[in-house]
T-cell receptor
């Protein structure tokens, strides 16, 4: 089974550009998360979807960050316009939420390392 | 919301000795506590988790302890090996699953020969 797939692995952007990161969750998973990882803040939740519906839209990130889930097997995170402080690793993760929470394990993708100049 | 504090941020131990990482949480309703290991350039991977109906769980050289009264949980790695060098994250949620996880800021574990 394929895990969570993220593309691209690396992205370099100029300040003010628009970038789009992509994520394919594990097949059959109905929860999808976008996290930002930095050394100082650790893992911060950006967005969370359940069955394609937006459940949580990280407050501090609302103005320039927009995540979408166009279908159950594909999600994008758009950052517009980019700023140097957006330089970080962006991780997508998915899990299956069902009757038994004990099955609800989070699987992460390899991440996209974004550098904004 | 939940806040999770993780200490230490960096931990150096001699190969073969034990390593311990501690996390505290604020929400007494939290009931699921996973631990993730992230090797350089890799994605975080679940290594062990514990739910609030347990106080101790052990698997393959890893021990997790949960003290609900103190709102504290910890990861203990016994007989550390070079392959244990990595970043470790603790997390907590109050849903019994991974949908409302709050993460600690991570511990960089360095195993010294």
């Amino acid at each position: 089974d394929a895990g969570v797939t993220q593309t691209p692995r690396h992205e370099v952007a100029e300040k003010g550009q628009t970038i789009i990161l992509k994520c394919e969750p594990v097949s059959g998973h109905n929860d999808l998360f976008w996290y930002r990882q930095t050394k100082i803040q650790g893992l911060e939740l950006l967005s969370y979807f359940r069955s394609k519906s937006l459940m949580e839209d990280g407050g501090a990130f609302k103005d320039r960050f927009k995540a979408e889930m166009l279908n159950s097997s594909f999600s994008t995170l758009k950052i517009q316009p980019t700023e140097p402080k957006d330089s970080a690793v962006y991780l997508c993760a998915s899990s299956f939420w069902g009757v038994s929470p004990s099955q609800n394990t989070l699987y992460f993708g390899a991440g996209t390392r974004l550098s904004v100049l | 919301g939940e806040q999770v504090e993780q200490l230490p941020s960096i931990l150096r131990v001699q190969e073969g000795s034990s390593a311990s990482i501690n996390c505290t949480y604020e929400n007494s309703a939290s009931n699921y506590f996973p631990w993730y290991k992230q090797e350089p350039g890799e994605n975080p991977k679940l290594i062990i988790d514990i739910r609030s109906n347990m106080e101790r769980k052990q698997t393959q050289g890893l021990i997790v302890l949960l003290d609900k009264k103190a709102k504290r949980f910890s990861l203990h790695i016994t007989d550390t090996q070079p392959g244990d060098s990595a970043m470790y994250f603790c997390a907590a949620s109050n849903t019994g699953g991974a949908d409302r996880l709050t993460f600690g800021k991570g511990t960089q574990l360095i195993i010294q020969p």
